[in-house]
């Protein structure tokens, strides 16, 4: 059944258009027209995004970064690893995803370290995805407000993780 569902969809959208006098064909193609445009507006956002997390990431100063914090999340009992999921997680879903694949495949899916960077994977966004690409193609330029608000509830999200995923597992 799954495979006549879309041309279904298809057909009821040709139809309610034609019961309503609306030419399908014209409408198609002025709403393709108007997805390539937007497409060309959003395209320098993603560019720059994307730019911008392989310079991040692939320049080490992630590690360098992470190297300093591993004494104080020892003492604090916080899994060195789930970090760098929780501070790339709100630049790239994608890239989030990768390193949760790579502590699936050291730790295991079921262990406190993969439950616990699923749950923050799960629970958080990808605020400045976001910002850049959406905010960026329809033109706002005062972010402020929106940058810190999704920061701070990806921080909380992380803080709320860490607080009950260990009654979990």
């Known amino acids: 059944m799954s495979r006549f569902f879309i041309p279904l969809i298809v057909l009821f959208v040709i139809l309610y258009g034609s019961i309503k006098k609306i030419n399908v064909y014209d409408s198609f193609i002025n709403g393709a027209n108007e997805g390539i445009h937007m497409v060309r507006n959003m395209f320098p956002s993603l560019l720059a995004m994307i730019f911008a997390v392989n310079i991040f990431s692939n320049s080490g100063v992630l590690d360098l970064f992470f190297s300093f914090l591993k004494p104080l999340l020892l003492f604090l009992k916080i899994p060195f690893e789930i970090i760098p999921v929780a501070v790339l997680r709100p630049l790239s879903g994608s890239f989030g995803l990768g390193l949760l694949n790579d502590i699936y495949k050291v730790y295991g899916p079921d262990s406190h370290v993969g439950i616990l960077s699923s ?6 966004d990808t605020t400045l995805y976001i910002i850049s690409l959406y905010f960026g193609t329809i033109g706002i330029r005062k972010i402020r407000y929106a940058l810190w608000v999704g920061l701070l509830a990806d921080l909380f999200m992380v803080l709320i993780s ?7 597992t």
């Open 119 to 124: 749950v923050i994977q799960g629970s958080s």
């Open 162 to 168: 860490l607080i009950l995923v260990p009654f979990l």
